[in-house]
């Protein structure tokens, strides 16, 4: 997944990166510098396109301010002619790419293909230190945490799930028991679309605005794929004792573009069909394994199939009990419809 930010384009440019982006990255806008500022704080953006009409000094304080936020970014900037060499003529700080408007088409195709092919480089050469949260320490000492479940929070999933059958009735069902348990201060619930395939949000809470509209997982990034192979919770916390790193840096960076900790996959008839992902928690304390433990426990869960003659779906006479089979600190857990 490459996540890429327009900052402040005007809209003709905006239409024309996007354009030629096609489905290669996410992309988000930032709309002045401000908002700019705040997404690449809160944002893993591995691609900033912005543009450079004219050489002032206002423009040039942006784009070092936006560098300063996010240094491991790969930068292409669009600018006329006399910008390009006065920024080399002067030595003054300079984008990894250049563009210039007046570019033809195959140019520009060229220019944004070299642009994602330095990202990924970038991304794939990251240090495993990036795994580490500030607080990565005091979370593993709180990792054995014990939280038992409110009985209102049990009671509340139960109602729901005699509420009736319905696939929709019962992710809201669930989503909001989770979410209620956790006490988590953002989450989201990324659900699979049939016409794209892709894995965009269907439910979210605490998001921003421009992750909302734009975010998403495509089949062949890195928690789907990992999760076509493995049906148990992610911690954002495990991923620095992975000797892959290259894809544990993957999925980090997906996590953190959600503001995710923890990530659990739901399956449908034995397919991915979403990913549930939580935030931090409200207070800012770590998850712990009896907590994750608790949050999936439910083993008298139900399972689903369509039936070809409704809308509906009805329940089948066979229960299914979740697997819990997986070494600590991470358990295996998914929601089975």
Known sequence: ???ALLADLSRDWAQQVRRHLGEQAVVLEGRGLEATLELLQSVPVDLVITQMPSLVSERLAAHEQMAEHAPSAVFLCIGPEEVIEAVRRDQLPAPDLWLR????SADWQQTITDAIERTTLRAASGEPEALLRDDASEIARGIQQQLAPTPDVFHHLMVGFSGGFDLHHLLDVYVDSVTQFAHCATFCLLWEQPASACYAIHAQ?????????????SPADALPTWYRRNRRVITATELAGWSNHRTALAIKRELDLFGGQL????????????????GDKVLGDS??????ETLFAWRRSRRFSPCPTTSGWRRRASSCTRSCAAPRPVPTASLTL
């Open 205 to 217: 809470r605490g998001l921003r605005e421009e992750v909302q509209q734009a975010a998403r997982l």
């Open 287 to 292: 998850y712990g394994v009896a907590e994750i």
């Open 1 to 3: 997944m490459i996540v």
């Open 263 to 278: 990530a659990v996959p739901v399956t449908v008839r034995g397919r991915l069909a979403g990913i549930l992902i939580l």
């Open 101 to 104: 408007p007046s570019a033809s």
